[in-house]
């Protein structure tokens, strides 16, 4: 594959966006949904970056890989403790200042107390966040929608949180950053994907990064990410892996699925506290010359092992 020159998985759609869900789910959900079907993975992106404006665009060659540096102790960091167990995530306030700011804000009144987890792609990514189970608005519903913060530093790993919401109109799909949150898991790096991979970008410890570590960069530059689960991985992954009421098909665009889990998944408490209270130095380790293909599952077993040393 040529640089730049878009890519679709026609045997695996599911492994390369987020699928449409049941139309009963809430209506902005439906645009977004509908586009992430369709979404051509990192070659694309790096194209469509270059031709937005000066300011929107992206140097891949000088991404720095912050989301793998050990934190100040002084860091803020989300706790989310759900039903399934604990989380904990870095939050990059540099990087993402406005959202950073919104979601502090919601944590420390109890906004996402509560909340549900509403749509779960196998091992792909989860939706949490959300007043009801289904992702519906409801009177309690935070609505407030922040303008886009993308960064060259920030990419979706595998335990990236990224800011979800509507896009800002049928002529700027840019997809703003809501109260509600993506969870990021990890597509399969198998041999073909990660020749893609590398046809797609220049950047050797980027993709690398991706390879070892899991992740799903076709999400890459198109939402807010701004925080990175480093500790409670086992119970990250849980929640990854739930089952769901109706799955999505092969093709990842199956209009009957239901992505809701089958039992209910709650964070009961969702608060911010400090890195240097909650350490996970393991965690903060990269292989920057790796060069065989890992699948999604080897790359979640070494973070699991990094996140207990």
Known sequence: MKK???????????????????????????????????????????????????KNKIDYNSAELIQYELP???????????????????????????YCKYFEGLAESGYYDGTHVFAVQDGVYFMGGSKTSDGTDDSDTDKTEKSPEK????????????????????????????????FIGSIEFDKETCEQLDSASDNT??????????????FSQQYTIFAQV????????????????????????????????????????????TYGENKNDGFFTLNENADTAQTADSALDNSADSAEK
Request: charged residues 25%; hydrophobic residues 40%; glycine residues 6%.
């Open 4 to 54: 730049d020159q878009p890519y679709v998985d026609k045997d695996n759609n599911t492994s390369r966006g987020v699928p449409m869900v049941r139309r009963k789910m809430m209506t902005y959900f439906q645009f977004s949904l509908i586009a992430l079907i369709f979404v051509v993975v990192f070659a694309a992106i790096y194209f469509i970056s270059k031709a937005i404006d000066g």
């Open 72 to 98: 100040a102790d002084d860091t803020k960091v989300a706790v989310f403790e759900t039903n399934l167990g604990t989380f904990k995530a870095v939050l990059y306030e540099d990087q993402a200042p406005e």
């Open 151 to 182: 960064s060259k530093d920030l990419w979706p790993f595998y335990g990236a949180l990224a800011a979800y919401g509507n896009q800002k109109s049928a002529f700027n799909t840019q997809i703003q950053a809501g109260s509600r949150v993506l």
């Open 205 to 218: 410890k980027l993709n690398n990064a991706f390879k070892t570590k899991g992740g799903v960069p076709n």
């Open 230 to 273: 480093y500790d409670g991985l086992e119970a990250y992954e849980d929640v990854l892996r739930a089952q769901v009421i109706t799955p999505s098909d092969s093709s990842g665009s199956d209009k009957d699925a239901d992505l809701r889990p089958k039992q209910d998944i709650t964070f009961e408490k969702v608060y911010i506290s």
